[in-house]
């Protein structure tokens, strides 16, 4: 078990985006449990990526190919997550703010918010608050979810927020945000509903949402 997932962190902080489809497989046929693949092997080598560019000894291509290896792995392990039943719990809107194009952390949160059989759209990454209200305003989603990875996008979320609340859209709509540099102090402080600081936490959060409406 713990080759399995050696090698894939291994495979993931090199990226040897060639090899890491033949490993995920090789983990999934060997019963490997698919929180530990995602958890100990695959975000553990995005957090050795992080340090290592944050020290020097790598640069933004590296990084990028490390996170192609990432996804080419996650694609492998989302459709066993999906949740046999097929009636949605409830509407999320996914996106990462403006000025971020960091989307890895957002696509898994999708991924498991998906397996737990809620309806989710994405919008994607670096979106502008005119498009996302105008999509909660069609949508009338039940939860938005906001995503950011850099402490220079978090004021976004804050603009988010207020623009939310000024154009009346808050009374229905809760609203949870994630990403590594954003915590609980920071959520509540810009007046979001929650904070998440995993995939897993998103989806309790969206549970407790669902079941408190
Ligand atoms: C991969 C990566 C990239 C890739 C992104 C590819 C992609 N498609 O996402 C590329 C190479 C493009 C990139 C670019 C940049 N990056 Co970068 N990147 C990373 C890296 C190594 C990993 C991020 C990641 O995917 N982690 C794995 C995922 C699974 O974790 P996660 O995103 O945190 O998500 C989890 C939780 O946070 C949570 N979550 C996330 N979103 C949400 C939302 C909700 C609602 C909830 C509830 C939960 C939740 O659940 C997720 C799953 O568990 C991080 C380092 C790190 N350890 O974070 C740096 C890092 C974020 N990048 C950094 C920087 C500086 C940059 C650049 C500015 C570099 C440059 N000079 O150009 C650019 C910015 C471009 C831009 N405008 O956005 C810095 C940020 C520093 C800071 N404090 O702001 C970091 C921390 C690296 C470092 N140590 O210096 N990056």
Known sequence: MGDHLDQIRDA?????HKEIEELVKAAIEDNVELNNLINDAMIAAMDVVGRKFADGDIFVPEM???AVTMKKGLDLIKPLLKDEDTQSKGTIIMCTVKGDIHDIGKNLVIMMLEGAGFTVIDLGVDLTVETLIQKVEEIKPDILGLSALLTTTMPEMKHVMETLG?????????????GAPVDATFAEKIGADGYGKDAAEAVKLVRDFVSAK
């Not at 993931?12 to 040897?16: F, L, M, P, T």
């Not at 154009?167 to 994630?178: A, P, Q, Y």
Request: net charge positive.
């Open 64 to 66: 990028l190919v490390s």
């Open 166 to 178: 000024s154009k009346g859209l808050r009374d229905t709509l809760k609203v949870m945000v994630g």
């Open 12 to 16: 993931v902080i090199s990226g040897k």
